[in-house]
């Protein structure tokens, strides 16, 4: 399984941004996927998941700003990223994983994309 992650980029505060990750290969294995991000100094952290049957999680942080979507047909997920702050600022991975919820952790990973929120 490949994961091709791309949309990142530069952006002000208070704007929008939306990354999509497209997966190939053995696309059958994977389940739930998920959107992760490491900012400098930090350790990686979840961004959000989602089920192949829709179900979503997301951290605290981005509640209500960042949306998890997914296109089973087209074999990729997307985030919606509104409302940007500086502290979005980070290389955000797309990842999946052969169970169908995301407890049991992501399989894949795809090389991430850069997002930087400056003014």
């Known amino acids: 399984v490949q994961l091709q992650a791309s949309g990142g980029g530069l952006v002000q505060p208070g704007g929008s941004l939306r990354l999509s990750c497209a997966a190939s290969?053995?696309?059958?294995?994977?389940?739930?996927m998920g959107w992760y991000r490491q900012a400098p100094g930090k350790q990686r952290e979840l961004v959000a998941h989602?089920?192949?049957?829709?179900?979503?999680n997301y951290a605290n942080s981005v509640k209500g700003r960042f949306t998890i979507s997914r296109d089973n047909a087209k074999n990729t997920v997307y985030l919606q990223m509104n409302s940007l702050k500086l502290e979005d600022t980070a290389v955000y991975y797309c990842?999946?994983?052969?169970?169908?919820?995301?407890?049991?952790?992501?399989?894949?990973w795809g090389k991430g994309t850069l997002v930087t929120v400056s003014s």
């Open positions: 990842a999946g994983s052969t169970a169908y919820w995301w407890s049991n952790g992501m399989d894949y």
């Open positions: 290969g053995s696309i059958f294995v994977i389940g739930a």
């Open positions: 989602i089920t192949s049957g829709g179900h979503t």
